[in-house]
């Protein structure tokens, strides 16, 4: 199981990178989670438009589905110029109509509702959910294939229910949109100590922060996770693969 950081920012991408996106990819099969802007771009880099196999989506803020306009163009043109490709589905909660709706295009793309209470499988993976706390409704995810457990908060303030999402995980991709001197309770954020927290209550093995500010020192962000969990941290970086 192999993930590559596609989109580390929070809000918007930083130049020639991408806001959210996580490639996930296990026996073949290509699993991208969140299509934020720019991260089609980033994408190519390591596979083709036209050998993706699915998509899960946390939330319908842009910097988590901007790109999934162009995700349909680009299934079209590589249908046009290739092989007709299967409609691509892209896996969305279906309680925001407005959102769930734009993820279908023709027969390109197909917008699949899931059941957060639910498990899902997609491929060889099995994935449960967890609502968060964010001014729009958004599901964190535990991607499991088996032997390997990757979680992602997507959007959120801090919950004590992340312990269970993220018991034991071995990545913990974990939003860290604010330094530790900052309260993201009211915002739907995160910060580097709230972070650490869950990693340390959680027992996870890698802490990778992500979502990340436009400002300040990036490394503080690390530096004061450290102060509050012991194990490995890390800053989510564009083309990052973990393994
Ligand atoms: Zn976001
Ligand atoms: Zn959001």
Redesign the pocket.
Known sequence: MEVTVLGPWGGFPAASEASAGYLIQDKGFNLLVDCGSGVLSQLQKYIAVKDLHAVIIS?Y?P??VADIGVLYHGRLIESQVGEKLPPLPIYGHPYDQKGFGELSHRSYTEGKAYDPNKELHVGPFTITFQETK???K?YAMRITNGEKTVVYT??SAYLEAFNRLADNADLFICECNLYSDMDGSKM?HMNSTDAAKIARDAGVRTLMLTHLPHFGDLEDLVNDAKQTYDGNVMLAESGYKWE
């Open positions: 939330h803020h910097d988590h964010h001014p729009v958004c997507a959007d739907g």
